[in-house]
């Protein structure tokens, strides 16, 4: 399965864009990239979901460049409740299953 | 988005006990679910894989006999933590994936089980 490299954290102020990058060099041809937010001890949240370009829904967008081996997650006006740990998967349900595995994340806090 | 339900978020055990955590998807056919466990200021760590109706696949290092996972049907699946020991101690969560005629799916989470062993 790829293998993904996120910063390990980041700082940000309310009402400032955030731009999260992922890099992802073994991409497969199936893949998909997929971000996820976590609160503590709670659950992953579905984010966001792309294959390639522009992928944009209420809540962010997401950046996939021609060779699909990085994306960037972007947070337009982050408020203090985005404050949390950001993860950015790839995989697909035709590569082992559609296991999904973790990378580090990106601790995002947000101040005021 | 579709609803995976965790049950219970929270059980405290004594050592050498078991304990059984279930997770429901309410609203759609999990067709394949999987298990993670998560230790504090760390990332969610897969422990296993199963498919509704077959034996769970186990990742490395997961003592298959200690963490027994069930996926009896396409909405339930458990997980049983046998002769729990402090050092299971953990926040246990799962997810469930659907439908696999569309080109690719997202996988939802249940809101995680936190197992202190005392």
């Known amino acids: 399965l790829a293998k993904t490299t996120q910063p390990i954290s980041m700082d940000s102020y309310e009402g400032q864009e955030v731009n999260i990058t992922c890099s992802h060099n073994n991409i497969a041809t199936n893949d998909y990239i997929t971000w996820y937010q976590q609160f503590p001890s709670q659950g992953p949240r579905f984010i966001i979901q792309g294959y390639k370009t522009k992928v944009t829904n209420e809540v962010a967008s997401l950046f996939i460049p021609a060779d699909r081996k990085s994306s960037t997650l972007s947070l337009p006006r982050v408020s203090l409740s985005d404050t949390a740990v950001y993860y950015c998967l790839v995989g697909s349900i035709y590569n082992q299953g559609g296991k999904l595995i973790f990378g580090q994340g990106t601790e995002l806090s947000v101040k005021p | 988005g579709a609803v995976v339900s965790q049950h219970p978020s929270r059980v405290i055990c004594k050592s050498g006990t078991s304990v059984k955590i279930e997770c429901r998807s309410l609203d759609f056919q999990a067709t394949t679910m999987f298990w993670y466990r998560q230790f504090p200021k760390q990332s969610l760590m897969l422990m296993a894989t199963?498919?509704?109706?077959?034996?769970?696949?186990?990742e490395q290092g997961v003592e298959k006999d200690k963490f027994l996972i069930n996926h009896a049907s396409l909405t339930l699946s458990t997980l049983t933590v046998t002769s729990a020991h402090p050092e299971d101690s953990s926040f246990y969560i799962c997810?469930?994936?659907?439908?696999?005629?569309?080109?690719?799916?997202?996988?939802?989470f249940g809101q995680g089980t936190r197992l202190t062993v005392v």
């Open positions: 997810s469930a994936r659907g439908d696999k005629d569309r080109m690719n799916t997202e996988a939802f």
């Open positions: 199963s498919n509704e109706g077959s034996k769970a696949t186990y």
